[in-house]
């Protein structure tokens, strides 16, 4: 998989916590639950991410966690449910995804592998970050974002 190392910025974030299996659940909670909740508080056209909170390899698969989240300035009051939290600046390994909700999970398996056998993945952070003008293609259900991983 290609990849760059990238230097990225501390981003603060509102978020919204989806919690069980990966998969299909967490698109319907973006779907369903954050998309309405981002255009009630005004909070499209913005950078969004989604950051897994556990290793579903290690996790029961109800205990999982997964935060969407919606970049936000500092002046920004964030109202429940939302709660804040900010996404670490730091040396990140960044991989362009381009496929559908179901290739996901096969994606992030393959990065964290090569990057794991490159010896390059370090403590903290991996997300997806979604670009401001996100869309997805109702026809084949493809989309793009970059696969984020704290890297050495």
Do not use: N
Not at 60 to 89: F, G, N
Not at 106 to 126: I, M, N, R, T
Request: hydrophobic share 40%; with cysteine.
């Amino acid at each position: 998989m290609h990849y760059e190392i990238k230097e990225l910025p501390e981003v603060r974030v509102a978020y919204l916590r989806y919690k069980g299996p990966f998969g299909p659940g967490v698109g319907e909670f973006w779907k369903e639950v954050f998309t309405p909740w981002q255009q009630a508080f005004h909070l499209t056209g913005k950078v969004t991410y989604g950051v897994a909170q556990d290793d579903p390899s290690t996790t029961p698969a109800a205990e999982c966690r997964y935060d969407a989240c919606v970049e936000v300035p500092a002046e920004y009051a964030i109202q429940p449910p939302a709660k804040e939290a900010h996404l670490p600046a730091g040396r990140y390994a960044v991989a362009r995804f381009k496929g559908t909700g179901a290739d996901v999970s096969k994606a992030w398996a393959e990065f964290f592998g090569q990057l794991s056998a490159e010896g390059k993945v370090a403590d903290g952070p991996c997300f997806e970050r979604y670009p401001a003008d996100y869309a997805m293609d109702p026809a084949t259900g493809i989309f793009t974002a970059e696969l984020c991983i704290a890297a050495t």
